[in-house]
């Protein structure tokens, strides 16, 4: 399947980062669809279902309840059917 009908995967629990994901998408006319969940526990159970459609690109925040960033990227990589997937990591936090 052509990438640019595959979904963008928006892992962020802030709503104003996500509306500002949203709009910058829109901004530079990504005809990609936005799926978005609030946390790594919430991706994890996405991406391991067989009936939703695998994102092209996941855009991952690293400050979040539940199951942060760090955390998601380790389940993740540790998935054989995950682990190849490209990951773009966000954060607003001053801490390196």
Request: one cysteine or more; proline letters at 6%; charged letters at 30%.
């Amino acid at each position: 399947m052509n990438p640019i009908n595959k979904p963008i995967f928006l892992i962020e629990d802030d709503q104003v980062d996500t509306m500002v994901v949203r709009r910058a998408l829109k901004e530079l006319h990504v005809a990609n669809r936005l799926e978005h969940v609030e946390n790594g526990e919430e991706a994890l159970a996405y991406l391991r279902d067989p009936a939703r459609e695998r994102p092209c690109l996941i855009l991952l925040d690293l400050n979040m309840p539940v199951m942060n960033g760090i955390e998601f990227l380790q389940a993740a990589k540790a998935d054989s059917e995950l682990k190849r997937m490209p990951v773009v990591v966000l954060t607003t936090s001053v801490e390196q």
